[in-house]
C-alpha cells in the first residue's frame, strides 16, 4: 500500500457565493464538506487510479469523527488515523460564482500533546514496513514539532521506503536537509526555501540542500522537476479555469503512483499534470474530473534533457 500522512486533518467545507466583497454579508448558494488535508486528498486520487492506500495523522472531536464517516465510504481507503483529544479543524474555500476565484480560510488546527505526538510515531513506524511508498502532506498542527518532517524523513528511509515531503516553510527546509526522495514546493515556498525566485535555478539549489528530486509547481505553467536522471518541463496544453483547491495533491498523487509503478520521469510529470488540471476542471474542490484527465494525457506537452551517466 501507499501511505500518505496528513498530521492536519480537516474537514474541507466549501461555500460558493454569488460575489465575493470584504465587508459584506453574503447568502451561501451551495455548501459542499469533504474529509480533507493534503494526504487525504492525496489518497482520495490515488485510489481513484487503483491503488491501495492508509491514511495516518490524526483525528478529534466532532469533526474528526465526520472525517471518518466519509472515508469510510472510499473505496480502497485504510483509515488509521491516530486519536487526539483537541478537535480536527475545519478549512473553508470560499468559491466567488463571478471571478471564479477562490478564497481560503485554514483553522490552525487542534493542540496535540507530547504523549499523542509519541503514539503517532509509534504508528508510523507500525506501517512503514507494509507501505511502497511515504507522502508526508501538509502543515503541522499546534504541540508538533517544527522538525517534525525531517524525523518522518529519516524514519522512512531508514525503513527503505521512499518518500515525498509537501509542505512549506521551515517544516520544509528542515525536512530537506533530512533528504527526502522527491519534494513538490509551488513556486513560493521554493523561493521562501531557497531565497532565488528563478525556478530553475531554485530546483536545483533545493536538490543541493538534500532533495533528491524537486518537482515545483508553477500553477498554470505545469511543472519543472530536476532530478537525479535528468531535467523537464510538463506543461498542460490549454490553461484551465475553476478551483484550484487540491490540484497539487492531484500532482503529488500522480508523482507518486508513477513512481511505484516505475514509470520513466516523464510520464510520472504528464500524469501529474494531468491530473492537477482535471482537478481544477472538477465542480467540487479536490475531486478530479476522469474524462478531462484521460483527454490531457495525450496533450501534455514534455521537454527537458536525460543527465549524463
Ligand atoms: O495543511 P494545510 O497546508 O493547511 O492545507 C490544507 C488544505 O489544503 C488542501 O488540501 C488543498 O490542498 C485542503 O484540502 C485543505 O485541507
Known amino acids: 500500500m501507499i501511505l500518505t500522512v496528513t498530521l492536519n486533518t480537516a474537514l474541507d467545507i466549501t461555500y460558493r457565493v454569488r460575489s465575493l466583497r470584504p465587508h459584506a454579508s453574503h447568502r451561501v448558494s451551495e455548501v459542499t464538506e469533504r474529509p480533507g488535508g493534503k494526504g487525504v486528498n492525496v489518497a482520495r486520487v490515488l485510489a481513484a487510479l487503483g491503488h491501495e492506500v492508509t491514511v495516518t495523522g490524526f483525528t478529534g472531536g466532532a469533526t474528526g469523527r465526520v472525517v471518518q464517516e466519509r472515508l469510510a465510504s472510499v473505496p480502497g481507503v485504510v483509515d488509521a488515523l491516530v486519536p487526539v483529544s483537541g478537535a480536527t479543524r475545519r478549512t473553508i474555500a470560499v468559491a466567488d460564482e463571478q471571478t471564479g476565484d477562490t478564497t481560503q480560510l485554514n483553522e490552525p488546527g487542534p493542540m496535540v500533546t507530547p504523549t499523542e505526538w509519541s503514539a503517532f510515531q509509534e504508528a508510523y513506524e507500525d506501517l512503514l514496513p507494509s507501505a511502497s511508498a511515504v507522502a508526508l502532506c501538509g502543515s503541522l498542527p499546534p504541540g508538533v514539532p517544527v522538525g517534525a518532517y525531517a524525523g ?146 495525450g496533450r501534455v506537452a514534455v521537454s527537458g534533457e536525460v543527465s549524463a551517466a
Open 152 to 297: 518522518l524523513v529519516r524514519t522512512a528511509r531508514a525503513a527503505g521506503v521512499p518518500v515525498l515531503l509537501d509542505t512549506s516553510g521551515e517544516a520544509l527546509r528542515r525536512g530537506v536537509a533530512a533528504r527526502p526522495d522527491i519534494i513538490k514546493p509551488n513556486a513560493d515556498e521554493l523561493a521562501e526555501l531557497t531565497g532565488s525566485h528563478e525556478p530553475l535555478r531554485a530546483t536545483q539549489d533545493a536538490r543541493r540542500r538534500g532533495a533528491g528530486a524537486v518537482v515545483a509547481s508553477l500553477g498554470p505553467g505545469g511543472l519543472l522537476a530536476a532530478t537525479r536522471e535528468g531535467r523537464w518541463r510538463a506543461t498542460p496544453p490549454t490553461s484551465v479555469r475553476g478551483n484550484p483547491t487540491g490540484a497539487g495533491d492531484s500532482v503529488v498523487a500522480g508523482l507518486l503512483s508513477g513512481s511505484v509503478e516505475h514509470l520513466p520521469w516523464p510520464d510520472r510529470l504528464v500524469r501529474a499534470v494531468a491530473l492537477s488540471a482535471a482537478t481544477v476542471q472538477a465542480p467540487v474542490a479536490g475531486e478530479f474530473d476522469r474524462g478531462v484527465f484521460e483527454e490531457l494525457l
